[in-house]
């Protein structure tokens, strides 16, 4: 599977991270020698194996329906990069 | 004194006498005199740490002090801290101020350890070097123009150079191990899930683990005592009852069975590291250990594995950074879109712009299966080939780095080769188990500077102490672990 | 060329739970922006979630309502992208293995001769977690980001493409909405948004297997707006295709104010999730004990309740099911029960006069005011023949509008029917004596008569009598 700098551009929006035409040339050399590294695994015969997402087989610890937390705003909103009246501000949501 | 230990030091803070005051100031002193230029420590509050440590004085006289009480020690920045600048190594967190406590900094608050200040690190703990910080590089102490290792490599600095008594890591793929053992030092990844990941900013979920990083296993353990126990606050950690780490610190070694994997003493290991870890292995024979060859056949596959899962892991943990509610934003910018775009473009570096690509690439449509899917397939067969290998052996030992501290610089530019530094240390991750690395001697460099070697000791799952047990064995065996770096009096 | 719609429903219940789905952070509505956002709403780097039990009770609750498999074993997963109503830049959910499976619903269409009913698949139900909301005017330009309802849990409860018109649908949605309150997993309240439905929109040739391209409308929040939006989009579709066009995919808004759909400019961009097992959460278990103790609190269903009715009082089947259409008209209707009315008379009272003056008013039944307790003495007086059925007609009436209890306005009214046989004998000597044609048309054969007759008497007792003993006493009178 080899990857061109359309990829990365497409890759890079979908991160929202933005990268210029030279970026994604580079990018791409070094994207594609990771790539490389990855593609070993393609020689491992993985039939049946199933698959592991935690290196514990336990299962999921619930929490009782308690009201913990209190009202923060203020601290929280004084490390936000731009704020009005309690809300956060964004350039305008288009739906 | 600054050599001493975090045992020898508690001793002299429960014997009057020094204070934790005029203790903490010492080691601020060093930082003054010594951190402009090894650029450990990238944020320093003297208020808040004198503050922490007059507090600590008092706990003391009221005869309220624990083993830690007192104890200055570096904080990795990728905790959390209220009221501390947390940055993760990164320009997008360059102006953030922690609102709330990670666990970790919780429990040693709750010891009355003092926090010294917030150690560098590579950006969002991606690398293994401490190049890809924000905040500058960092010097390895025995030689100034190599790398300490990372991501944990201002905490393995800082413990090198004697600015701190001790510090705390973050392990993900070796970034506990590597710098200590680049650095001459104690670094132990705990058994995944025994310490809380609350507080500490994710890399990759389901590998990341925090830990003690000293002078000796014996400081280790008395870390180890703070940092692990369970955290309702994250799911994955486990319930188990407290363990005294320090228990077994003194048990003979007679018939402990070491395995010694074949493939970690392969083509790659460089020459220099093979000695020194040979070394110690006899030494280990000497103490009455049984050395076992065992072999992990899928070793070299942990890099291709762990270069999927933790940057698709990291591409989905990083997605919080949006420049919305706290970090970097964009001075200029068009629409949502480009605010987006141009925040993270300007507030990630490069190292983990790439990672959150691959990490996306893996994830989307049409590769899932291939990477993400096939790569969690043989994270298991990993995982397996340590359950049988300790069937055979009690614990494993092996080189913790391929080779020994390299140039700034030199492989900055190669992620590949950087990546394969991790080659020993990886799959430890991927299984969950614990890993240490303890200091087993030196090479020497071309131009003639000492040059420290880690031993790697793998554990099985909840075997801390059984590992702690057999470093300290070899510590009092041994001064690997005593001895510093030239230029840091 | 003929049509077939072709409709599948994916709804958003949110869940009753104190506290979010994966921190302890209120889920109260209406308070001010971001007060309800901890750390966790926020995604404050470094913080995790721990899931809430009673998010998981609700959807097992779900599950045995509508006869599902309930997963021992479901995983949460991560739906990635951008938004800033979504913290953390993606959403936890369930994808590959949901906590329940597959069920069915049984539906009632139309009313009267044309009703029928259908079975409706569930495809399944998962838990995941809702997004903040976007504030818009807050400045020029800017939209303003509250993240209190940022985690509040919810069931999303999807259906195969089982519906075929959009009666069907709201019927289906209307059914939903009853039984998650019915369960008590859902405050139901559409306005503040606790049901929300997309509904996929296909359009085919009828008696053509295959399904065309499907539109999804998102968010639709109100029953009317739901039937109009699947008018308009099924419409759009059949004019789309039979003026040579085709359909792409979408995602649709429907607009109340000009009554049609449109599509979503945000979502242009092919959409990649990037799904992935959330490693911050494990597996979750759920085990037959965990579902058993679910059981024990679940209040008995309205199908058990439906047949229930009609073994135990022998109401007709349309009846039971409409008197279990919701909750709270099946409470009602049980405590009228209770009160001591006959139950056939209690079901006409209540889905005849009770339903129809809501209906009029526009209210629920717990907003009735007539309470069961009240309904069930007027159906006593009915009972032990104190009025007529005219009568309680107008006793009622006096009910709704307040001015006080059966007994008070049947006296007042002075509407207690006579029941002295000598006084009805009396009337209806003098109805016979003045209508002495109608008699004569009786004897030579005109049933009719007879009716006319009674009617007579009865006026002239100005309502009061006993029908029953009018007809007797008329009828042993003309030697019929
Ligand atoms: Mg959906
Ligand atoms: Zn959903």
Same mark, same amino acid.
């Given at each position: 599977?080899?990857?061109?700098?359309?990829?990365?551009?497409?890759?890079?929006?979908?991160?929202?991270?933005?990268?210029?035409?030279?970026?994604?040339?580079?990018?791409?050399?070094?994207?594609?020698?990771?790539?490389?590294?990855?593609?070993?695994?393609?020689?491992?015969?993985?039939?049946?194996?199933?698959?592991?997402?935690?290196?514990?087989?336990?299962?999921?610890?619930?929490?009782?329906?308690?009201?913990?937390?209190?009202?923060?705003?203020?601290?929280?909103?004084?490390?936000?990069?731009?704020?009005?009246?309690?809300?956060?501000?964004?350039?305008?949501?288009?739906? | 004194?600054?050599?001493?230990?975090?045992?020898?030091?508690?001793?002299?803070?429960?014997?009057?006498?020094?204070?934790?005051?005029?203790?903490?100031?010492?080691?601020?002193?060093?930082?003054?005199?010594?951190?402009?230029?090894? &650029?450990?420590?990238?944020?320093?509050?003297?208020?808040?740490?004198?503050?922490?440590?007059?507090?600590?004085?008092? =706990?003391?006289?009221?005869?309220?002090?624990?083993?830690?009480?007192?104890?200055?020690?570096?904080?990795?920045?990728?905790?959390?801290?209220?009221?501390?600048?947390? %940055?993760?190594?990164?320009?997008?967190?360059?102006?953030?101020?922690?609102?709330?406590?990670?666990?970790?900094?919780?429990?040693?608050?709750?010891?009355?350890?003092?926090?010294?200040?917030?150690?560098? =690190?590579?950006?969002?703990?991606?690398?293994?070097?401490?190049? %890809?910080?924000?905040?500058?590089?960092?010097?390895? $102490?025995?030689?100034?123009?190599?790398?300490?290792?990372?991501?944990?490599?201002?905490?393995?600095?800082?413990?090198?150079?004697?600015?701190?008594?001790?510090?705390?890591? %973050?392990?993900?793929?070796?970034?506990?191990?590597?710098?200590?053992?680049?650095?001459?030092?104690?670094?132990?990844?705990? %058994?995944?899930?025994?310490?809380?990941?609350?507080?500490?900013?994710?890399?990759?979920?389901?590998?990341?683990?925090?830990?003690? =990083?000293?002078?000796?296993?014996?400081?280790?353990?008395?870390?180890?005592?703070?940092?692990?126990?369970?955290?309702?606050?994250?799911?994955?950690?486990?319930?188990?009852?407290?363990?005294?780490?320090?228990?077994?610190? &003194?048990? $003979?070694?007679?018939?402990?069975?070491?395995?010694?994997?074949?493939?970690?003493?392969?083509?790659?290991?460089?020459?220099?590291?093979?000695?020194?870890?040979?070394?110690?292995?006899?030494?280990?024979?000497?103490?009455?250990?049984?050395?076992?060859?065992?072999?992990?056949? &899928?070793?070299?596959?942990?890099?291709?594995?762990?270069?999927?899962?933790?940057?698709?892991?990291?591409?989905?943990?990083?997605?919080?950074?949006?420049?919305?509610?706290?970090?970097?934003?964009?001075?200029?910018?068009?629409?949502?879109?480009?605010?987006?775009?141009?925040?993270?473009?300007?507030?990630?570096?490069?190292?983990?712009?790439?990672?959150?690509?691959?990490?996306?690439?893996?994830?989307?449509?049409?590769?899932?299966?291939?990477?993400?899917?096939?790569?969690?397939?043989?994270?298991?067969?990993?995982?397996?080939?340590?359950?049988?290998?300790?069937?055979?052996?009690?614990?494993?030992?092996?080189?913790?780095?391929?080779?020994?501290?390299?140039?700034?610089?030199?492989?900055?530019?190669?992620?590949?080769?950087?990546?394969?530094?991790?080659?020993?240390?990886?799959?430890?991750?991927?299984?969950?188990?614990?890993?240490?690395?303890? $200091?087993?001697?030196?090479?020497?460099?071309?131009?003639?500077?000492?040059?420290?070697?880690?031993?790697?000791?793998?554990?099985?799952?909840?075997?801390?102490?059984?590992?702690? &047990?057999?470093?300290?064995?070899?510590?009092?065996?041994?001064?690997?672990?005593?001895?510093?770096?030239?230029?840091?009096? | 060329?003929?049509?077939?719609?072709?409709?599948?429903?994916?709804?958003?219940?949110?869940?009753?739970?104190?506290?979010?789905?994966?921190?302890?952070?209120?889920?109260?509505?209406?308070?001010?922006?971001?007060?309800?956002?901890?750390?966790?709403?926020?995604?404050?780097?470094?913080?995790?979630?721990?899931?809430?039990?009673?998010?998981?009770?609700?959807?097992?609750?779900?599950?045995?309502?509508?006869?599902?498999?309930?997963?021992?074993?479901?995983?949460?997963?991560?739906?990635?992208?951008?938004?800033?109503?979504?913290?953390?830049?993606?959403?936890?959910?369930?994808?590959?293995?949901?906590?329940?499976?597959?069920?069915?619903?049984?539906?009632?269409?139309?009313?009267?001769?044309?009703?029928?009913?259908?079975?409706?698949?569930?495809?399944?139900?998962?838990?995941?977690?809702?997004?903040?909301?976007?504030?818009?005017?807050?400045?020029?330009?800017?939209?303003?980001?509250?993240?209190?309802?940022?985690?509040?849990?919810?069931?999303?409860?999807?259906?195969?493409?089982?519906?075929?018109?959009?009666?069907?649908?709201?019927?289906?949605?209307?059914?939903?909405?009853?039984?998650?309150?019915?369960?008590?997993?859902?405050?139901?309240?559409?306005?503040?948004?606790?049901?929300?439905?997309?509904?996929?929109?296909?359009?085919?040739?009828?008696?053509?297997?295959?399904?065309?391209?499907?539109?999804?409308?998102?968010?639709?929040?109100?029953?009317?707006?739901?039937?109009?939006?699947?008018?308009?989009?099924?419409?759009?579709?059949?004019?789309?295709?039979?003026?040579?066009?085709?359909?792409?995919?979408?995602?649709?808004?429907?607009?109340?104010?000009?009554?049609?759909?449109?599509?979503?400019?945000?979502?242009?961009?092919?959409?990649?999730?990037?799904?992935?097992?959330?490693?911050?959460?494990?597996?979750?278990?759920?085990?037959?004990?965990?579902?058993?103790?679910?059981?024990?609190?679940?209040?008995?269903?309205?199908?058990?309740?439906?047949?229930?009715?009609?073994?135990?009082?022998?109401?007709?089947?349309?009846?039971?099911?409409?008197?279990?259409?919701?909750?709270?008209?099946?409470?009602?209707?049980?405590?009228?029960?209770?009160?001591?009315?006959?139950?056939?008379?209690?079901?006409?009272?209540?889905?005849?006069?009770?339903?129809?003056?809501?209906?009029?008013?526009?209210?629920?039944?717990?907003?009735?005011?007539?309470?069961?307790?009240?309904?069930?003495?007027?159906?006593?007086?009915?009972?032990?023949?104190?009025?007529?059925?005219?009568?309680?007609?107008?006793?009622?009436?006096?009910?709704?509008?307040?001015?006080?209890?059966?007994?008070?306005?049947?006296?007042?009214?002075?509407?207690?029917?006579?029941?002295?046989?000598?006084?009805?004998?009396?009337?209806?000597?003098?109805?016979?004596?003045?209508?002495?044609?109608?008699?004569?048309?009786?004897?030579?054969?005109?049933?009719?008569?007879?009716?006319?007759?009674?009617?007579?008497?009865?006026?002239?007792?100005?309502?009061?009598?006993?029908?029953?003993?009018?007809?007797?006493?008329?009828?042993?009178?003309?030697?019929?």
């Amino acid at each position: 599977m080899s990857l061109n700098s359309a990829d990365i551009k497409r890759i890079a929006h979908l991160a929202r991270i933005e990268v210029n035409d030279t970026e994604a040339e580079a990018t791409l050399s070094k994207l594609t020698g990771i790539l490389g590294l990855i593609e070993q695994m393609q020689a491992v015969d993985t039939t049946g194996i199933v698959p592991m997402s935690h290196s514990q087989d336990v299962t999921q610890r619930l929490r009782e329906d308690v009201v913990t937390e209190t009202n923060q705003r203020e601290l929280f909103q004084s490390i936000a990069p731009s704020v009005e009246e309690g809300l956060y501000l964004v350039p305008k949501v288009i739906e | 004194m600054i050599n001493k230990s975090l045992k020898q030091l508690g001793a002299m803070l429960q014997g009057k006498e020094i204070s934790s005051v005029e203790l903490t100031q010492e080691f601020l002193n060093r930082i003054d005199r010594l951190n402009p230029a090894i &650029n450990a420590f990238i944020t320093l509050d003297k208020d808040r740490t004198l503050a922490q440590a007059k507090r600590a004085d008092e =706990m003391l006289s009221a005869g309220k002090g624990t083993a830690l009480t007192g104890l200055p020690i570096g904080q990795k920045d990728i905790f959390v801290a209220k009221g501390w600048r947390t %940055t993760c190594g990164s320009k997008m967190l360059e102006t953030f101020i922690g609102p709330y406590d990670a666990d970790i900094i919780e429990r040693f608050d709750a010891s009355g350890a003092v926090n010294l200040g917030k150690t560098n =690190m590579d950006e969002f703990a991606m690398g293994s070097s401490n190049e %890809t910080s924000y905040f500058g590089k960092v010097q390895n $102490p025995w030689d100034r123009s190599r790398v300490p290792g990372g991501s944990s490599g201002g905490s393995a600095a800082a413990v090198a150079a004697r600015l701190c008594a001790a510090a705390t890591g %973050t392990d993900t793929g070796g970034s506990i191990r590597q710098p200590a053992s680049l650095c001459g030092l104690s670094g132990l990844k705990p %058994t995944y899930g025994l310490a809380s990941r609350f507080g500490m900013i994710a890399f990759a979920s389901s590998l990341d683990q925090s830990g003690p =990083m000293a002078k000796s296993c014996e400081d280790m353990a008395l870390m180890m005592n703070v940092i692990t126990g369970f955290d309702k606050r994250d799911s994955t950690s486990l319930n188990r009852e407290k363990e005294d780490y320090t228990r077994d610190l &003194n048990k $003979p070694l007679a018939g402990l069975k070491v395995g010694l994997p074949k493939e970690y003493f392969a083509e790659g290991l460089g020459a220099d590291v093979a000695k020194v870890v040979q070394e110690a292995i006899a030494e280990y024979k000497k103490l009455g250990a049984e050395m076992v060859d065992i072999s992990l056949p &899928n070793t070299q596959l942990s890099i291709p594995v762990y270069y999927v899962l933790a940057p698709a892991e990291a591409s989905s943990n990083l997605s919080r950074f949006d420049g919305v509610r706290y970090g970097h934003r964009a001075k200029e910018y068009g629409d949502l879109m480009d605010m987006y775009c141009k925040s993270r473009a300007e507030g990630f570096g490069a190292e983990v712009k790439r990672r959150i690509l691959i990490g996306t690439y893996v994830l989307s449509a049409g590769y899932y299966d291939a990477y993400y899917l096939k790569a969690q397939q043989i994270r298991r067969l990993i995982a397996q080939d340590f359950e049988n290998a300790f069937k055979q052996c009690d614990i494993i030992m092996g080189p913790t780095a391929p080779s020994t501290a390299f140039k700034t610089g030199e492989t900055a530019d190669d992620p590949v080769a950087m990546y394969l530094q991790d080659i020993y240390t990886i799959a430890v991750n991927l299984a969950g188990l614990p890993g240490m690395s303890i $200091p087993a001697g030196f090479a020497p460099s071309e131009d003639g500077k000492r040059l420290p070697v880690g031993l790697q000791i793998i554990g099985n799952y909840f075997d801390e102490a059984r590992m702690l &047990n057999a470093g300290h064995a070899y510590q009092q065996a041994t001064d690997w672990h005593t001895q510093m770096p030239e230029g840091i009096e | 060329m003929e049509w077939e719609v072709v409709i599948g429903l994916e709804t958003h219940t949110q869940l009753q739970t104190k506290t979010k789905i994966f921190s302890g952070a209120s889920t109260a509505f209406g308070s001010e922006p971001n007060t309800q956002a901890c750390v966790v709403s926020l995604a404050l780097p470094g913080v995790l979630p721990v899931l809430n039990q009673e998010a998981v009770k609700c959807a097992i609750k779900f599950g045995l309502a509508v006869n599902a498999e309930i997963s021992p074993r479901s995983v949460f997963a991560r739906k990635n992208y951008f938004y800033p109503d979504l913290p953390k830049g993606y959403q936890i959910s369930q994808y590959e293995l949901p906590v329940v499976g597959k069920g069915s619903m049984t539906i009632q269409v139309g009313s009267g001769e044309k009703a029928y009913e259908k079975t409706i698949r569930i495809t399944r139900a998962h838990l995941e977690e809702d997004a903040g909301k976007s504030v818009h005017g807050a400045q020029e330009g800017m939209s303003g980001i509250d993240l209190n309802r940022a985690g509040t849990p919810l069931l999303e409860i999807v259906t195969e493409p089982d519906m075929r018109s959009a009666a069907e649908a709201v019927a289906y949605a209307k059914k939903l909405h009853d039984l998650v309150q019915w369960i008590g997993i859902c405050d139901g309240n559409m306005q503040e948004g606790s049901f929300r439905c997309d509904v996929n929109v296909s359009v085919r040739p009828k008696g053509s297997e295959k399904l065309g391209t499907r539109r999804e409308i998102k968010n639709l929040n109100s029953f009317k707006f739901m039937q109009q939006a699947i008018e308009f989009e099924t419409r759009w579709q059949i004019e789309t295709l039979e003026d040579g066009g085709t359909i792409q995919q979408a995602t649709v808004l429907f607009n109340p104010d000009t009554g049609e759909t449109r599509a979503m400019r945000s979502k242009e961009e092919a959409n990649d999730y990037r799904y992935f097992p959330d490693p911050d959460l494990l597996p979750l278990a759920i085990s037959e004990s965990d579902i058993s103790a679910v059981k024990a609190e679940m209040p008995e269903l309205p199908e058990a309740m439906k047949a229930r009715f009609e073994a135990q009082f022998g109401l007709a089947h349309y009846d039971a099911n409409a008197l279990t259409g919701s909750r709270a008209t099946a409470d009602y209707f049980v405590a009228t029960v209770n009160a001591g009315s006959d139950a056939k008379l209690a079901a006409n009272w209540v889905m005849g006069s009770i339903s129809a003056k809501l209906n009029a008013e526009d209210k629920e039944i717990s907003e009735s005011p007539i309470s069961s307790i009240a309904l069930a003495s007027l159906i006593k007086r009915i009972q032990d023949g104190t009025i007529s059925n005219n009568a309680a007609k107008q006793v009622f009436e006096a009910m709704w509008t307040g001015e006080g209890d059966a007994d008070q306005i049947i006296e007042s009214k002075g509407l207690r029917q006579v029941s002295d046989t000598g006084a009805i004998e009396a009337i209806v000597d003098e109805v016979l004596a003045a209508n002495a044609l109608m008699v004569e048309e009786f004897k030579a054969g005109k049933e009719k008569a007879f009716n006319a007759l009674v009617g007579q008497a009865m006026k002239a007792s100005k309502g009061k009598a006993n029908p029953a003993q009018v007809n007797e006493i008329l009828k042993k009178k003309l030697g019929a």
